[in-house]
């Protein structure tokens, strides 16, 4: 049987800084994951074959990041039936701007799951898979449970220090 995995596909190398969150979540959740460079623009047969081939070896769910006119995740939508996730990249004069429409303006029946321009959109790709993953996985719907209750202690945590701070002013 194949192995499930989330492939993250990325437009450039350049891409990467931004892409790093995503990764840190999948293996936080120790997630099995594919990273590479292929863009719809520069190497479409390239990318066609690659989602193709992925989705038949067990890719679950594809993340799509690219900056400027960003058309991976779109591209890669139309080839799968998979969920597509897509990372607008902040770079180039628009800072992102141009990325975010690009990505999430798709039209109706080939979606594009889009998140937040940037590092934070990237993080949540992350976040967004495993919650995807883990509708059949109830291993992983409790780490992603267990991960939810640590990062709300960890705002308790900073209120009980501003609540202390405020206290001795
Ligand atoms: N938007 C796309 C696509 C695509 O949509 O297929 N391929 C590359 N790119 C983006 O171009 C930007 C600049 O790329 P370079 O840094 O290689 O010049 C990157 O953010 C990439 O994702």
Redesign the pocket.
């Known amino acids: 049987m194949s192995k499930p995995f989330v492939a993250v596909l990325?437009?450039?190398?350049?891409?990467l800084p931004?892409m790093q969150a995503t990764l840190d979540v999948l293996k936080t959740f120790d997630i099995q994951f594919e990273a590479k460079v292929?863009?719809?623009?520069?190497?479409?047969a390239a990318?066609h074959a690659y989602v193709t081939d992925a989705e038949a070896r067990g890719c679950k769910v594809f993340i799509?990041?690219?900056?400027?006119?960003?058309?991976?995740?779109?591209?890669v939508a139309g080839i799968t039936t998979r969920p597509v996730i897509g990372v607008p990249?902040d770079?180039?004069p628009l800072q992102g701007h141009d990325?975010l429409l690009?990505t999430v303006m798709m039209p109706g029946g080939v979606p594009v799951a889009t998140v937040a321009i940037g590092s934070a959109g990237a993080k949540n790709a992350g976040y967004l898979a495993a919650q995807m993953l883990s509708v059949g996985d109830d291993a992983l719907a409790l780490k992603v449970k267990e991960e939810r209750a640590i990062s709300a202690e960890a705002v308790q945590a900073k209120d009980a220090k501003l609540q202390e701070k405020l206290a001795n002013v």
């Open positions: 990325m437009g450039s190398d350049s891409d931004t292929t863009s719809a623009h520069r190497t479409p990318t799509c990041a690219a900056g400027l006119a960003a058309h991976l995740a779109g591209a990249v770079c180039g990325a690009s």
